[in-house]
């Protein structure tokens, strides 16, 4: 989740706003690029921008068509359209009227299906899937006779039914989302996993809307279960589908969540894994929970990562199987889908096996082709698809060698002087021709060039003009606009607030009031529009509310990495119209996660980009509702997660942003803390902590009242305690010595106590001896070594007397030991053991400083008694005699 846009206070006003007259386009859009010989056209679908839905063709040629707040238009093949009927609709995020589908008997049935939001109250929908029919004969005039087939509850404002295709046998395919939250990690997705339920499924149903005998988990006792009409599982937000020719099985676009858009090709009774699985990875905040721990999952026919890239998708809208003959041959058979946030358009292959044999184009094949909400074919075969961005329909079609320009014309009025601006600068040429601009003012007269001025007489009061682009190679494209030259503009008046932030659900009130000099005090309408910014992605709008009337309000959006834009639009009686847009911008804080030790925890929220956040810390709105969630075992590979640091307990946390900086931490149990609670022995012994775990590097340990308890991953969890741990401490204990590797241990003879520790390169392993009479004392590296080749302290050394040590001269080291035995070291030397006699010789003649140096052996036998060899000689005990002597050795 990452800031949208900074936030703004600005200080309350009234603004005039004054706009131009209609015919004025939106800021330039960058032109559609498809392949040389392709070309987009565009026709009318009778829905506005932003309104269109869905569409589908009728046997004579012409278009039905639907639109979100409700309407169902006709469009005749020469282009004008009827509205059929204006159905009650609760138009929410995904919701309104948003499928249609033409049955197979039409020509005889005259039926249609219709999938909606149906309002119950207070906000409140079910969402239908209905059959009707159509009357007026031979052109539509209206709908009548409805037949509901499914309801649900509309239990979320998004990823309700989202597709229908009725089959040629009379049969009815239906899509279903999920129904449940995009904000969070809703319990209501794992609906997708239960053959009680129709949330994320494919069903297959007959036209009376029972299951199809022939469907995989069919009951003939009964058939109008759930159970009976379900196809496949498994499914987020299955955004189209349709049937591939070959097999008639169903292929579609599953919408993804954090990172993933699906592709899938269903077979029947297939899991395609949806909320524990996304593409082929688990989802973060789903994984965690207990019914996703052996969910099953079909991997997509492919995948999308979601992204900036060129090759990235971040709401996948589900196509069409090729089927004409016109496109060049790699198209032939080819699936058509297409990306509604990029606006892209993309092919591929796959065999009669279902198997990926042609990925998608890279780059994809086009590109600014609009937003995409469903594609269907035309009767040659031409791949057809409805943007909801222009309320047009868009049909890609192919003819070899050059394409006709395609004119665009905005238009700014003067009524003063009647002076009409022209600006054809939006044409394009798909091959990329230059362009010559001619324009004929329907007033007799005429101009050329990109942008021109005329000044009409005052003769008439409206005037058709009309603009031709013509290419390099004579091919020209023509766009007619109305001219209403001494029309005003409306004007616009808003009273704003001054703060432009809002938290989630937060009332978003405007008031603006419109004047026009011809036709006085003008209604105004509006439009929320929902537009979506993820960091890693490119701005989307998804249309909200809309409504009449001088004050609109609206709750603020719970969609992440968004703002609003509430348009008023005022128009007079000569269809001029004046838009004013004001811009709520989200309240953000900064929400921080972490955890006591590392571990992977991360926000699980969607933003069409990947917007998990592991760890670290991401802006969000106050009043979002975020899932966070964290592994149940942390990165050491031992420490489990036991609860957040605000108290919930489960791995999987939903919570409500607060209107300030939020730090969240999810608290594990370490190694250390485990072996503490499990033992109470172990309790007895060290007591109650005295602080919490300490995390140093790789190791971890706690102090308690009498000692530490310490683990890492190569030594375990030991404790140690008492004199040894007050030693282990005072010599710099775990970064001089390592953590230990052994409890506190009795020696073999019972009088004393010890721990090993692992050491460091420096001092190697170590080890810390107790004994009441010795005290606790270290002995480590070398030393230690040559003392545990003498058997310890049940050798002739016995306890060490004395940590190691170093020597007058600073050269070597050494360690005292109980029976009267010291062990000498330096580098030169190594390390070597003197005892008895021969020891109380050599410290008579002043130890190392002595002419005999340091020990270049340890005592051994010889011929009558025992020897030491030193750097200068030697000493000698002589067992007869029971007496030491010392020789001078000159070196070799």
């Known amino acids: 989740m990452a800031a949208v846009v900074a936030s703004t206070a600005l200080a309350a006003s009234l603004v005039t706003v004054f706009a131009t007259t209609v015919g004025s386009g939106a800021a330039l859009a960058e032109e559609p690029r498809v392949p040389e010989g392709f070309a987009l056209r565009e026709s009318p679908s009778g829905q506005s921008p932003g309104d269109l839905t ?31 009927r204006s159905l009650s609709v609760e138009s929410q995020q995904d919701m309104g009227l948003v499928g249609l589908a033409v049955a197979s008997d039409y020509e005889t049935s005259r039926h249609i299906y219709l999938a909606r939001s149906v309002p119950t109250g207070g906000g409140s929908y079910d969402l239908t899937l209905a059959r009707w029919e159509v009357t007026g004969s031979p052109e539509p005039t209206g709908l009548t ?80 279960s759930a159970r009976s009409k379900i196809f496949a599982s498994g499914f987020r937000s299955p955004f189209r589908l349709s049937l591939d020719p070959r097999s008639g099985l169903p292929i ?53 990562r979601h992204g900036r890239d060129v090759d990235s998708a971040n709401s996948v809208t589900g196509g069409v199987v090729y089927t004409g003959t016109s496109y060049p041959e790699e198209y032939r058979g080819a699936y058509f889908f297409g990306d509604y946030t990029h606006q892209k358009l993309w092919s591929l292959r796959y065999d009669d096996q279902g198997r990926l044999v042609r990925s998608p184009e890279s780059p994809p094949l086009g590109t600014h082709i609009g937003r995409p909400v469903k594609f269907d074919t035309a009767a040659n075969g031409d791949i057809v698809f409805a943007d909801i961005g222009s309320g047009k329909l868009k049909r890609l079609t192919y003819t070899p060698g050059n394409q006709r320009p395609v004119a665009k014309v905005s238009l700014e009025t003067d009524p003063e002087t009647r002076t009409v601006t022209f600006d054809g600068g939006e044409s394009f040429d798909f091959d990329g021709d230059p362009l010559t601009y001619h324009w004929d003012f329907g007033d007799g007269t005429s101009d050329t060039g990109k942008r021109v001025e005329h000044v009409y007489d005052s003769s008439e009061e409206r005037f058709t003009a009309t603009l031709t682009v013509t290419d390099a190679a004579g091919a020209s494209g023509t766009a007619e606009v109305t001219v209403v030259p001494g029309n005003h503009t409306p004007r616009l008046r808003a009273r704003t607030e001054e703060d432009r932030t809002y938290a989630v659900g937060e009332t978003v009130s405007v008031s603006v009031w419109a004047e026009d000099d011809e036709d006085g005090l003008l209604d105004v309408s509006w439009q929320a529009t929902v537009v979506h910014c993820p960091e890693d992605a490119t701005c989307h709008s998804h249309p909200s509310e809309s409504g009449e009337g001088t004050r609109f309000s609206v709750p603020f959006t719970d969609h992440p990495d968004s703002h609003m834009e509430l348009t008023a639009t005022a128009t007079d009686s000569e269809g001029v119209s004046s838009s004013y847009t004001f811009t709520a911008l989200p309240r953000e804080h900064r929400l921080t996660l972490s955890s006591n030790v590392p571990a992977a925890v991360e926000i699980a929220s969607e933003g069409d980009g990947d917007t998990s956040t592991r760890g670290g810390t991401a802006m969000v709105t106050a009043g979002a509702t975020v899932s966070v969630a964290a592994a149940g075992t942390a990165a050491d590979g031992e420490s489990v997660f036991s609860a957040w640091e605000n108290g919930a307990s489960e791995r999987t946390h939903t919570f409500t942003m607060p209107d300030e900086e939020f730090t969240l931490t999810a608290l594990y149990a370490t190694p250390v803390e485990q072996r503490y ?79 090993h520790f692992l050491g460091t390169p420096y001092t190697r392993a170590v080890s810390v001896y107790w004994t009441p009479e010795t005290g606790a004392h270290a002995v480590w590296g070398e030393i230690r070594k040559r003392w545990a080749a003498l058997r310890w302290e049940r050798g002739p050394l016995g306890y060490p007397t004395t940590d190691e040590s170093r020597t007058p001269d600073g050269i070597g080291r050494y360690n005292h030991f109980s029976k009267g035995g010291s062990v000498y070291w ?16 050599w410290a008579s003649l002043g130890w190392e400083r002595s002419y005999l140096g340091y020990p270049v052996s340890s005592e051994y036998s010889v011929t009558g008694g025992r020897r030491n060899d030193f750097q200068g000689g030697y000493i000698e005990w002589r067992a007869a005699t029971d007496r030491t002597v010392d020789r001078r050795v000159s070196p070799s």
């Open 826 to 841: 330096t580098p030169r030397t190594g390390a070597h053991a003197v005892y008895g006699a021969i020891r109380r010789h």
């Open 145 to 224: 006779n409805e037949t509901e087939l499914l309801r649900l509850p509309g239990d979320a404002n998004v990823h309700g039914i989202t597709g229908i295709v009725a089959d040629e046998d009379g049969t009815i395919w239906v899509s279903i989302g999920d129904v449940a939250s995009y904000t969070e990690v809703d319990a209501r997705a794992l609906r997708a996993q239960k053959p009680y339920a129709l949330q994320g499924k494919v069903l297959h149903l007959t036209a009376d809307g029972r299951g199809v005998p022939g469907n995989p988990f069919y009951d003939p006792a009964d058939p109008d």
């Open 252 to 304: 579609l676009g599953d919408v993804g969540w954090n990172r993933w858009e699906e592709i899938n090709l269903v077979q029947p009774g297939r899991d395609y894994g949806w909320p524990c699985w996304e593409g082929t990875e688990g989802t973060p905040g789903y994984r965690e929970l207990p019914e996703c721990e052996d969910a099953p999952n079909t991997a997509p026919l492919v995948q999308f």
């Open 54 to 84: 869905d569409f589908a063709y009728l046997p004579d040629g012409s278009v039905l068509t639907t639109g979100k707040t409700g309407k169902v238009a006709w469009v005749s093949t020469d282009g004008h359209s009827r509205v059929l």
């Open 677 to 755: 609670a499990n033992e109470p022995g172990l309790r007895d012994i060290l007591g109650e902590p005295t602080g919490p775990v300490v995390i140093d590097g790789d190791v971890y340990y706690r102090e308690h009242a009498d000692g530490r308890l310490y683990w890492s991953a190569g030594t375990g969890t030991h404790e140690v305690h008492g004199p040894i741990a007050e030693k282990y401490v005072e010599l710099g204990g775990h970064k001089r010595f390592g953590p230990p590797t052994t409890d506190q241990t009795v020696t073999p003879d019972g009088r004393g106590r010890f721990n």
